[in-house]
Nanobody
């Protein structure tokens, strides 16, 4: 059974940084697109960042461009999301998801809470 496990969430002050990690058990991890998503109460799930296989093309939501970075380690089957200059609007539950190129996300993690508060 495939598992995705997020870690690294917590409480941080505005302007602070957090690094989220997504560890997976996907055997063919190197062919999967990995995305970080977030959800806040009353809002739809938002794709924050994604990273493709085979070269690692990255995409970011406009709201996080210049502040967030995403990276993958195929040998460790993991993806990290570095979040800098956090603001209260970044408060959400963050999920990682995995899907084959051109297909919907197939696997999801359980989420990790990020709270930005003074």
């Amino acid at each position: 059974q495939v598992q995705l496990v997020e870690s690294g969430g917590g409480v941080v002050q505005p302007g602070g940084s957090l690094r989220l990690s997504c560890a997976t058990s996907i055997v063919t991890f190197n062919v999967y697109v990995i995305g970080w998503y977030r959800r806040t109460p009353g809002k739809e799930r938002e794709l924050v960042a994604s990273i493709s296989p085979f070269g690692g093309e990255t995409n970011f939501a406009d709201s996080v461009k210049g502040r967030f970075a995403i990276s993958r380690n195929d040998a460790r089957k993991s993806v990290d999301l570095q979040m800098n200059d956090l603001n209260v609007e970044d408060t959400a539950v963050y999920y990682c998801g995995a899907g084959r190129v051109g297909r919907e996300t197939t696997y999801w993690g359980q989420g990790t809470q990020v709270t930005v508060s003074s």
